[in-house]
Protein backbone atom coordinates (compact mmCIF):
# COMPACT_ATOMS: atom_id res chain seq x y z
CA UNK A 1 0.00 0.00 0.00
CA UNK A 2 1.07 3.28 -0.45
CA UNK A 3 0.40 6.92 0.86
CA UNK A 4 -2.97 8.70 -0.95
CA UNK A 5 -2.05 12.09 -0.17
CA UNK A 6 -1.41 13.33 -3.55
CA UNK A 7 -0.52 17.41 -5.13
CA UNK A 8 -0.25 16.87 -8.46
CA UNK A 9 0.64 19.56 -11.15
CA UNK A 10 -0.46 18.61 -14.25
CA UNK A 11 -0.29 21.55 -17.32
CA UNK A 12 -2.59 24.18 -15.81
CA UNK A 13 -4.26 22.58 -12.91
CA UNK A 14 -3.48 21.43 -9.84
CA UNK A 15 -4.79 17.32 -8.60
CA UNK A 16 -5.29 17.52 -4.74
CA UNK A 17 -6.43 14.29 -2.57
CA UNK A 18 -5.56 13.45 0.94
CA UNK A 19 -6.68 10.28 0.69
CA UNK A 20 -4.76 8.99 3.97
CA UNK A 21 -4.87 11.92 6.20
CA UNK A 22 -7.85 14.11 5.33
CA UNK A 23 -11.13 13.65 6.68
CA UNK A 24 -13.56 14.97 4.02
CA UNK A 25 -11.84 12.91 1.53
CA UNK A 26 -12.19 15.41 -1.29
CA UNK A 27 -10.68 14.92 -4.30
CA UNK A 28 -10.59 18.51 -6.59
CA UNK A 29 -8.51 19.75 -9.15
CA UNK A 30 -7.70 23.58 -9.21
CA UNK A 31 -6.86 25.94 -12.44
CA UNK A 32 -3.57 27.64 -11.66
CA UNK A 33 -3.70 29.81 -14.84
CA UNK A 34 -6.58 31.82 -13.47
CA UNK A 35 -4.81 32.57 -9.68
CA UNK A 36 -5.77 31.26 -5.98
CA UNK A 37 -4.89 31.56 -2.44
CA UNK A 38 -4.78 28.80 0.23
CA UNK A 39 -5.81 29.63 3.45
CA UNK A 40 -5.38 27.92 6.70
CA UNK A 41 -7.95 28.67 9.30
CA UNK A 42 -7.18 25.60 11.91
CA UNK A 43 -7.24 22.52 11.65
CA UNK A 44 -9.22 23.21 8.05
CA UNK A 45 -7.47 24.64 4.07
CA UNK A 46 -9.49 26.74 1.94
CA UNK A 47 -8.66 27.78 -1.03
CA UNK A 48 -9.55 31.35 -2.65
CA UNK A 49 -9.97 32.27 -6.06
CA UNK A 50 -8.29 35.97 -7.05
CA UNK A 51 -11.54 37.41 -8.91
CA UNK A 52 -12.63 37.50 -5.69
CA UNK A 53 -16.28 36.27 -6.76
CA UNK A 54 -17.47 33.35 -4.58
CA UNK A 55 -16.82 32.52 -0.98
CA UNK A 56 -13.84 30.10 -0.08
CA UNK A 57 -14.15 26.61 -1.18
CA UNK A 58 -13.00 23.87 1.57
CA UNK A 59 -10.00 21.69 0.51
CA UNK A 60 -10.12 19.24 3.16
CA UNK A 61 -10.15 19.30 6.70
CA UNK A 62 -7.61 17.31 8.95
CA UNK A 63 -7.96 15.44 12.38
CA UNK A 64 -5.09 17.65 13.83
CA UNK A 65 -3.31 21.26 13.63
CA UNK A 66 -0.17 19.26 12.92
CA UNK A 67 -1.57 17.36 9.71
CA UNK A 68 -2.82 20.60 8.78
CA UNK A 69 0.50 22.69 8.80
CA UNK A 70 1.41 19.73 7.09
CA UNK A 71 -0.73 19.81 4.32
CA UNK A 72 -0.67 23.67 3.91
CA UNK A 73 3.11 23.55 3.58
CA UNK A 74 3.09 21.14 0.81
CA UNK A 75 0.27 23.39 -1.15
CA UNK A 76 2.41 26.35 -0.97
CA UNK A 77 5.82 24.10 -2.03
CA UNK A 78 3.48 22.77 -5.47
CA UNK A 79 2.54 26.65 -6.12
CA UNK A 80 5.91 27.88 -5.20
CA UNK A 81 6.91 25.13 -7.61
CA UNK A 82 4.55 25.98 -10.29
CA UNK A 83 6.00 29.65 -10.35
CA UNK A 84 9.35 28.89 -10.33
CA UNK A 85 8.92 26.69 -13.24
CA UNK A 86 6.77 28.15 -15.62
CA UNK A 87 9.06 29.54 -17.81
CA UNK A 88 10.97 26.44 -18.38
CA UNK A 89 7.05 24.47 -19.35
CA UNK A 90 8.83 24.22 -22.91
CA UNK A 91 12.13 22.42 -22.32
CA UNK A 92 11.92 18.49 -23.09
CA UNK A 93 14.60 15.72 -22.59
CA UNK A 94 13.85 12.03 -24.14
CA UNK A 95 16.45 10.57 -22.17
CA UNK A 96 16.92 11.26 -18.24
CA UNK A 97 20.42 10.64 -16.83
CA UNK A 98 21.32 10.78 -13.31
CA UNK A 99 23.79 13.58 -13.23
CA UNK A 100 23.89 17.28 -12.74
CA UNK A 101 23.16 19.34 -16.14
CA UNK A 102 21.83 16.61 -17.90
CA UNK A 103 18.82 15.75 -14.95
CA UNK A 104 18.38 19.48 -14.69
CA UNK A 105 16.94 20.13 -17.83
CA UNK A 106 15.02 16.99 -17.81
CA UNK A 107 13.47 18.18 -14.35
CA UNK A 108 12.80 22.19 -15.79
CA UNK A 109 11.10 20.56 -18.95
CA UNK A 110 9.16 18.49 -16.97
CA UNK A 111 8.59 20.26 -13.99
CA UNK A 112 4.94 21.17 -14.80
CA UNK A 113 3.43 18.10 -14.32
CA UNK A 114 5.53 16.84 -11.36
CA UNK A 115 3.36 14.69 -8.77
CA UNK A 116 3.99 15.65 -5.58
CA UNK A 117 3.20 13.71 -2.07
CA UNK A 118 4.62 15.48 0.62
CA UNK A 119 4.09 15.77 4.67
CA UNK A 120 5.10 16.85 7.88
CA UNK A 121 6.40 19.95 8.85
CA UNK A 122 5.55 22.99 10.24
CA UNK A 123 4.54 26.27 8.60
CA UNK A 124 2.56 29.29 10.20
CA UNK A 125 -1.23 30.11 9.63
CA UNK A 126 -2.00 32.33 7.09
CA UNK A 127 -2.25 32.02 3.26
CA UNK A 128 0.06 31.97 -0.39
CA UNK A 129 -1.05 32.41 -3.56
CA UNK A 130 0.19 31.42 -7.28
CA UNK A 131 -0.56 33.39 -10.22
CA UNK A 132 -2.82 30.75 -11.56
CA UNK A 133 -4.99 28.40 -9.87
CA UNK A 134 -9.22 28.17 -9.58
CA UNK A 135 -11.77 25.95 -10.38
CA UNK A 136 -12.35 23.90 -7.84
CA UNK A 137 -14.27 20.74 -9.09
CA UNK A 138 -14.97 18.08 -6.43
CA UNK A 139 -15.24 14.60 -7.50
CA UNK A 140 -17.59 11.92 -6.08
CA UNK A 141 -15.34 9.93 -3.10
CA UNK A 142 -16.73 6.45 -4.33
CA UNK A 143 -15.07 6.18 -7.68
CA UNK A 144 -13.55 3.00 -8.07
CA UNK A 145 -10.89 4.12 -10.85
CA UNK A 146 -9.57 6.42 -8.09
CA UNK A 147 -8.22 3.41 -6.40
CA UNK A 148 -6.12 2.86 -9.41
CA UNK A 149 -2.82 4.61 -10.76
CA UNK A 150 -3.93 7.57 -12.08
CA UNK A 151 -3.21 7.85 -15.90
CA UNK A 152 -0.20 9.85 -17.12
CA UNK A 153 1.99 9.80 -19.77
CA UNK A 154 5.36 7.91 -20.20
CA UNK A 155 7.59 9.87 -19.01
CA UNK A 156 10.90 7.66 -19.73
CA UNK A 157 10.91 4.04 -21.02
CA UNK A 158 11.58 1.30 -18.37
CA UNK A 159 15.17 0.92 -19.86
CA UNK A 160 15.96 4.54 -19.46
CA UNK A 161 14.69 4.43 -15.92
CA UNK A 162 16.79 1.28 -15.26
CA UNK A 163 19.63 3.37 -17.13
CA UNK A 164 18.79 6.65 -14.18
CA UNK A 165 18.69 4.41 -11.59
CA UNK A 166 22.16 2.52 -11.82
CA UNK A 167 23.70 5.44 -12.72
CA UNK A 168 22.45 7.20 -9.69
CA UNK A 169 23.61 4.02 -7.24
CA UNK A 170 26.87 3.92 -9.18
CA UNK A 171 27.80 7.38 -8.07
CA UNK A 172 27.81 6.73 -4.61
CA UNK A 173 26.00 10.33 -4.32
CA UNK A 174 22.05 9.62 -3.94
CA UNK A 175 21.52 6.48 -2.52
CA UNK A 176 22.25 4.30 0.37
CA UNK A 177 23.62 0.57 -0.53
CA UNK A 178 21.18 -1.60 1.81
CA UNK A 179 22.67 -5.04 1.11
CA UNK A 180 24.31 -6.84 -1.66
CA UNK A 181 23.02 -10.08 -3.61
CA UNK A 182 23.24 -11.92 -6.11
CA UNK A 183 19.58 -12.74 -7.36
CA UNK A 184 18.62 -8.97 -8.37
CA UNK A 185 18.37 -5.60 -8.02
CA UNK A 186 15.99 -3.21 -6.37
CA UNK A 187 15.99 0.65 -5.97
CA UNK A 188 13.38 1.62 -3.66
CA UNK A 189 12.51 5.54 -3.27
CA UNK A 190 12.09 5.62 0.45
CA UNK A 191 11.00 8.90 2.56
CA UNK A 192 11.70 8.05 6.48
CA UNK A 193 8.67 9.67 7.68
CA UNK A 194 6.44 7.04 5.23
CA UNK A 195 4.64 4.89 7.76
CA UNK A 196 4.18 2.27 4.82
CA UNK A 197 8.31 2.95 4.25
CA UNK A 198 8.73 2.19 8.20
CA UNK A 199 7.02 -0.93 7.48
CA UNK A 200 8.47 -2.07 4.82
CA UNK A 201 11.75 -2.39 6.76
CA UNK A 202 11.30 -5.73 8.18
CA UNK A 203 9.99 -6.62 4.62
CA UNK A 204 13.76 -5.07 3.25
CA UNK A 205 15.69 -6.96 5.84
CA UNK A 206 14.55 -10.41 4.30
CA UNK A 207 14.94 -9.49 0.72
CA UNK A 208 18.70 -8.37 1.56
CA UNK A 209 19.46 -12.13 1.77
CA UNK A 210 19.31 -12.44 -1.56
CA UNK A 211 18.99 -8.92 -3.19
CA UNK A 212 21.01 -6.32 -3.69
CA UNK A 213 19.46 -2.92 -2.40
CA UNK A 214 19.89 0.75 -2.92
CA UNK A 215 17.40 3.19 -1.21
CA UNK A 216 17.15 6.66 -2.38
CA UNK A 217 15.97 8.77 0.29
CA UNK A 218 13.11 11.35 -0.96
CA UNK A 219 10.98 14.04 1.08
CA UNK A 220 7.89 13.37 -0.71
CA UNK A 221 6.00 12.42 2.48
CA UNK A 222 7.75 13.82 5.15
CA UNK A 223 8.92 17.32 4.02
CA UNK A 224 11.07 19.58 6.16
CA UNK A 225 11.28 16.69 9.05
CA UNK A 226 12.50 14.32 6.29
CA UNK A 227 15.00 16.54 4.58
CA UNK A 228 16.71 17.62 7.48
CA UNK A 229 17.46 13.79 8.80
CA UNK A 230 18.10 12.58 4.84
CA UNK A 231 20.56 15.41 4.46
CA UNK A 232 22.96 14.39 7.46
CA UNK A 233 22.64 11.20 6.03
CA UNK A 234 23.70 11.58 2.55
CA UNK A 235 26.91 13.25 4.30
CA UNK A 236 27.95 10.32 5.56
CA UNK A 237 30.51 8.20 3.76
CA UNK A 238 28.57 5.49 1.43
CA UNK A 239 29.68 2.37 3.62
CA UNK A 240 28.17 4.13 6.94
CA UNK A 241 24.89 5.15 5.58
CA UNK A 242 23.26 1.20 5.60
CA UNK A 243 23.39 1.68 9.84
CA UNK A 244 22.41 5.53 9.88
CA UNK A 245 19.31 4.96 7.13
CA UNK A 246 17.74 2.23 9.88
CA UNK A 247 18.31 4.88 12.84
CA UNK A 248 16.60 8.08 10.64
CA UNK A 249 13.55 5.31 9.59
CA UNK A 250 12.74 4.90 13.67
CA UNK A 251 12.64 8.50 14.20
CA UNK A 252 16.29 9.45 15.77
CA UNK A 253 17.94 12.35 14.52
CA UNK A 254 21.60 12.37 13.40
CA UNK A 255 24.39 14.55 15.49
CA UNK A 256 26.52 15.53 12.42
CA UNK A 257 25.47 19.22 10.90
CA UNK A 258 24.09 19.07 7.21
CA UNK A 259 25.71 19.39 4.52
CA UNK A 260 25.54 20.94 0.96
CA UNK A 261 26.41 17.75 -0.67
CA UNK A 262 23.78 15.71 1.25
CA UNK A 263 21.51 18.55 0.99
CA UNK A 264 21.59 18.66 -2.89
CA UNK A 265 21.56 14.30 -2.97
CA UNK A 266 18.20 14.88 -1.50
CA UNK A 267 17.10 17.71 -3.57
CA UNK A 268 17.98 15.61 -6.47
CA UNK A 269 15.76 12.59 -5.50
CA UNK A 270 12.71 14.81 -5.04
CA UNK A 271 13.22 15.90 -8.36
CA UNK A 272 13.38 12.72 -9.62
CA UNK A 273 10.66 10.94 -7.98
CA UNK A 274 8.34 13.98 -9.29
CA UNK A 275 9.38 13.95 -12.85
CA UNK A 276 8.48 10.65 -13.08
CA UNK A 277 5.58 10.98 -11.57
CA UNK A 278 5.82 8.04 -9.19
CA UNK A 279 2.31 8.53 -6.84
CA UNK A 280 3.68 7.62 -3.59
CA UNK A 281 6.10 6.42 -1.26
CA UNK A 282 7.35 3.70 -0.70
CA UNK A 283 8.37 3.03 -4.49
CA UNK A 284 10.37 0.01 -5.26
CA UNK A 285 11.98 -1.01 -9.30
CA UNK A 286 13.98 -3.52 -10.55
CA UNK A 287 16.88 -3.78 -12.45
CA UNK A 288 14.60 -3.47 -15.85
CA UNK A 289 12.91 -0.26 -14.73
CA UNK A 290 9.86 -2.05 -13.85
CA UNK A 291 7.87 -0.93 -10.87
CA UNK A 292 6.27 -3.00 -8.40
CA UNK A 293 2.32 -3.15 -8.87
CA UNK A 294 -0.43 -1.37 -6.48
CA UNK A 295 -2.30 -4.50 -6.51
CA UNK A 296 0.97 -6.56 -4.88
CA UNK A 297 1.90 -6.19 -1.15
CA UNK A 298 5.09 -4.81 0.18
CA UNK A 299 6.08 -8.09 1.32
CA UNK A 300 9.03 -9.87 1.22
CA UNK A 301 7.27 -12.61 -0.37
CA UNK A 302 5.11 -10.92 -2.62
CA UNK A 303 8.02 -8.84 -4.23
CA UNK A 304 10.05 -12.40 -4.47
CA UNK A 305 7.24 -13.41 -6.78
CA UNK A 306 7.35 -10.02 -8.33
CA UNK A 307 10.67 -10.42 -9.34
CA UNK A 308 10.67 -14.06 -10.15
CA UNK A 309 7.20 -13.54 -12.59
CA UNK A 310 8.84 -10.49 -14.24
CA UNK A 311 12.49 -12.25 -14.60
CA UNK A 312 10.62 -14.78 -16.52
CA UNK A 313 8.48 -12.98 -18.62
CA UNK A 314 11.63 -10.71 -20.06
CA UNK A 315 13.26 -14.27 -21.15
Known amino acids: MKSNDIIRPFEKSLFVQFGSTGELQHVSTLRLD ?3 TFIRSGNTIEARYHDGAGEALVVERFSSESLATTAFQNLQAALKRYARVR ?3 GFWKAAIKWGFAPLMVAVLGLAVNMAATRAVGGSPAGGIGAAGAASMVPLPNNLGALQQPI ?6 SPAQL ?6 GA ?17 YVFSDP ?3 HCQDLEPELDKLAK ?3 IYIFPVTVIGGEAS ?12 EARAALWKKIVQGDDLPNAECADGSDAVARNDQMFRVMRFLGTPTIINAAGEQTPDSIPNTADAINQWMSAAATARK
Open 210 to 212: DYT
Open 227 to 238: SHRTAKLMCAKP
Open 151 to 156: ARPAVA
Open 170 to 186: KSGKYAVQFSKGNKGTL
Open 162 to 167: AQAMAD
Open 87 to 89: RFA
Open 34 to 36: QGV
Open 193 to 195: SCP
